[in-house]
């Protein structure tokens, strides 16, 4: 199993290939139709991210000592934006996602790529994944 940085070092890599961010956008619209559909029985009020501009549900599962994330939007670029937050956390512990410094997002130039919305939606993703880790840390302890 890889360890977040090490995939964090990819997604860093894959970002890299490409000059103009036209093309990153389109690699982030491509992740999020990859992304596996989110069962309707999840699309909650409970499960929706405060502080996105778009909807955005988060679902998480705790399995044999990981959390498993899943999750979808209904706009393009962000469902690739939760798609390649989910591949950099999903199946690790609460411990190691609570300790991650999740740097891929400032080193592909997310953050100032992004509109200030966005932005504060991305920072509302991560803030959703730290508190999971947090309670299931908890929850476990």
Known sequence: MKTINEIQDEVIEEFAV????????QMLIDLGNELDALDNKYKTEQNLIDGCQ?????????????????????????????ALLLRVVSGHTPKEIIDA?????????????????????????????????????????
């Open 101 to 141: 410094d999740l740097y891929f997002i400032e080193k592909i130039g997310l953050r100032e790529h992004l509109s200030p919305t966005r932005s504060n939606g991305l920072l509302a993703m991560v803030k959703q994944v730290k508190a999971y880790a947090l309670v299931y840390s908890v929850k476990q302890a």
């Open 54 to 82: 778009s909807r955005v549900w988060l679902q998480c599962d705790y399995e044999d000592g990981v959390l498993v994330f899943k999750a979808d939007s209904d706009a393009l670029i962000v469902k690739g934006i939760i």
């Open 18 to 25: 490409f000059d103009d961010w036209m093309d990153k956008y």
